[in-house]
């Protein structure tokens, strides 16, 4: 019985040998695993904290062309829990550093802002200064001028003193018109352009305006027309005196523009939304490149298709508009003639009258 106990006794500390081994085999190959899932863990934790951080360093460098990396090698196993660490802190920095960045650049801007400002208006109030100065002197020609072709009639001048007189008023009268269309400018940049809205019936306004451009349709043969799609009479609630002078600015281009024997062709067009006026010629035209350019200031079209001159109207006509509510576009084929066309919204208190 000795015998048979011992021999039982070896065969269990043998099953006990062999399954202990198995034990550490089995919690060997289960750590490794813990430890390979705590790498990997880590390393998608840390990895976006380190792009997070060189794109925060590359924005404070101004590399902002340079894309993040997407990929990032790691030299070593150093401890995980103290590289996270590492990594908050040391991206802690960086956004502390770019705050202060935006902070300078922001404080930089705000200051050039006020610098620009204060240029602006500066050379709002030379210009407007200038202007007064110079229409004085410029009346007193264009006076001078006029009293002396009126005494023409008393006092008989020869047709070569008439013609340089006319041309002296001519030319004053078309200066002053530039000076008057840059001071206009200027007051609508500063936001001193004052409107003084009051209702007037369109139709009435429209037959004004062309009746005062009478003679230079007539100097240039041009057949021209006024049609209202309205049956009844249209009333206006804006200011007319500024509606008169957008009028003007697109027909005088009109007539500029259009060779003799043309035709222009003033329209008036109400529906619900709105009311508009269309001032249609069969001029040169504008190219599709320059209709792009044709508001902006100092840009203008002649006949030959080429930009020249002041460019003060169209961008005056523009900037009144906008100042009354409304808008102007243009539709043009090169060649054969232009459309602008005025748009008034029924915000301007618009109706007919019964």
């Known amino acids: 019985q000795t015998d048979f106990a011992r021999q039982q006794e070896s065969e269990l500390r043998q099953g006990l040998s062999g399954l202990g081994i198995w034990i550490w085999v089995v919690a060997s190959v289960v750590l490794l695993l813990v430890l390979g899932l705590a790498v990997f863990f880590a390393n998608r934790i840390t990895a976006p904290l380190r792009k997070l951080r060189g794109a925060a360093n590359q924005l404070i460098q101004d590399q902002f062309h340079k894309p993040a990396e997407k990929s990032i090698e790691v030299e070593g196993k150093p401890d995980r829990f103290t590289e996270n660490k590492d ?75 008439i013609d340089r007189l006319s041309r002296i008023l001519k030319s004053g009268q078309h200066l002053l018109e530039l000076i008057n269309s840059l001071l206009n400018l200027s007051k609508i940049e500063a936001g001193q352009m004052q409107i003084f809205n009051s209702e007037f019936q369109l139709e009435n306004l429209l037959q004004e305006v062309m009746g005062s451009l009478e003679p230079l349709l007539q100097e240039k043969s041009l057949q021209h027309e006024l049609v209202f799609h309205s049956e009844t009479p249209i009333k206006l609630y804006s200011d007319s005196g500024k509606v008169r002078q957008v009028l003007i600015n697109l027909l005088g281009n009109a007539i500029k523009f259009t060779e003799s024997g043309g035709h222009i062709k003033v329209s008036s067009i109400h529906d619900v939304n ?81």
């Open 87 to 161: 990594e908050v802190k040391t991206l802690t920095e960086v956004f502390q550093k770019m705050e202060s960045v935006i902070r300078e650049r922001t404080e930089l801007l705000e200051s050039s802002n006020r610098q620009l400002d204060q240029a602006s208006r500066a050379k709002g109030m030379y210009l407007t200064n200038m202007s007064h100065e110079l229409r004085t002197p410029l009346n007193a020609i264009i006076g001078f001028a006029e009293v002396l072709l009126e005494s023409a009639k008393e006092e008989p001048l020869s047709d070569y003193q």
């Open 274 to 354: 709105g009311v508009s006026i269309e001032i249609q010629d069969t001029g040169c035209g504008i190219t599709v490149d320059q209709q792009q350019q044709i508001f902006e200031v100092f840009h203008q079209v002649n006949s030959s298709g080429t930009l020249k001159g002041t460019g003060l109207g169209l961008a005056l006509v523009q900037s009144l508009m906008k100042l009354l509510g409304g808008s102007v576009s243009l539709k043009s084929n090169y060649g054969k003639g232009s459309t602008f066309t005025l748009y008034f919204p029924a915000s301007s208190r618009l109706r007919h009258e019964s």
